[in-house]
């Protein structure tokens, strides 16, 4: 073996620490998968280039020599610090394929999670990991690298893309709060109201001719909530009714845990957006995210769930 600009080869190098720490050609070997004579013949000539006693042969034993011993702890130090390295390279490259993504709590659970699976089969190298934000998602600390904002406009200084812009509000409850309003009218039931969507109960109440039913006139039975999860999650344990967006409860309508129980449907204000800072619009992650979602959603469009009103 030629020293190549002094530094052995790293397979020699391997060989020879490994039988230093075996004191034995023949585990060195079983360890390396490697044959017996292959690893022997790199420490022959590891020492032959060194021109250094490495081992010495005793009784068919492999002893270290003060050399060899000395060389073997350096060889094992750098041999670890080359194995954290390639680790730690390899973990980078993990880290760049991550896509973090911002994305409001109920519109993640609610309609973008149950998807994730289609994404990770189409992409499986590339990792989303979600963030759940119920306020704006500005940036400013590079904590994300998208934002899926559910709002009326976008976020000042980002890129964005309009994902749904036609949905509608609906009125639901669940079946045994609809099955009361064979007995009762809507503006005596409770109703259900969410911080995001304050006046959707003022609006449905001036197009019924209910001008009066505004939820300060009413007599308290009413229930408010900060997030749409909670709101839905009311909506279906029977506490009320609830003008709620449709695109947070396509599967409480599926699953018939909500049914519509008026036609009223309004266009929702708030819209949905894909956001993202411009330099990264061409990254590999963010274009096969921004991808997918627009298919998801385009999708979703076509099949929007059309519960009929309960009776």
């Given amino acids: 073996m030629s020293l190549r600009r002094g530094i052995p080869s790293l ?7 490994a039988s230093a720490r075996h004191q034995s050609f023949s585990k060195a070997a079983a360890e390396l998968n490697q044959t017996h ?28 020599t003060d050399a060899g011993a000395d060389y073997a702890h350096r060889i094992r130090i750098s041999l670890e610090q080359i194995r954290q390295d390639t680790h730690q390279l390899l973990a980078a490259n993990r880290e760049s394929s991550t896509l973090r993504v911002a994305v409001g709590v ?73 099955d009361e309003l064979a007995t009762r009218d809507i503006a005596s039931m409770p109703w259900i109201h969410t911080r995001d969507l304050p006046t959707v109960w003022m609006a449905w109440s001036e197009t019924e001719g209910h001008e009066q039913t505004g939820h300060l006139l009413r007599d308290g039975s009413d229930h408010f909530f900060d997030f749409f999860i909670m709101a839905i999650r009311a909506a ?6 609830a003008l709620l967006p449709r695109v947070l409860i396509e599967q409480e ?48 469009r076509a099949t929007r769930v059309e519960s009929t009103l309960a009776t």
Avoid at 236 to 241: H, Q, T
């Fill in 11 to 17: 397979s020699t190098l391997q060989a020879f620490e």
């Fill in 37 to 64: 004579g292959a690893v022997c013949k790199k420490v022959n000539e590891l020492e032959a280039s060194l021109g250094v006693a490495l081992f010495e042969r005793v009784k068919q034993r492999l002893v270290l």
């Fill in 106 to 178: 109920t519109y993640g659970a609610q309609w973008l999670v149950p998807r994730l699976p289609g994404f990770q089969r189409l992409y499986p190298d590339i990792h989303v990991r979600l963030t759940g934000r119920d306020q704006p998602t500005y940036f400013h600390d590079l904590s994300f690298d998208v934002a899926i904002h559910f709002e009326q406009s976008p976020l000042p200084g980002l890129a964005s893309k309009l994902l749904l812009a036609d949905d509608e509000v609906w009125m639901v409850a669940a079946p045994a709060v609809a």
């Fill in 236 to 241: 279906v344990a029977g506490l009320g009714v």
């Fill in 253 to 300: 309508l599926a699953t018939r845990q909500l049914v519509r129980v008026s036609d009223y449907a309004a266009i929702n204000s708030q819209k949905t957006y894909l956001m993202f800072p411009e330099q990264k619009r061409d990254w590999a992650p963010l274009a096969a995210f921004a991808g997918w979602i627009e298919a998801e959603m385009t999708r979703y």
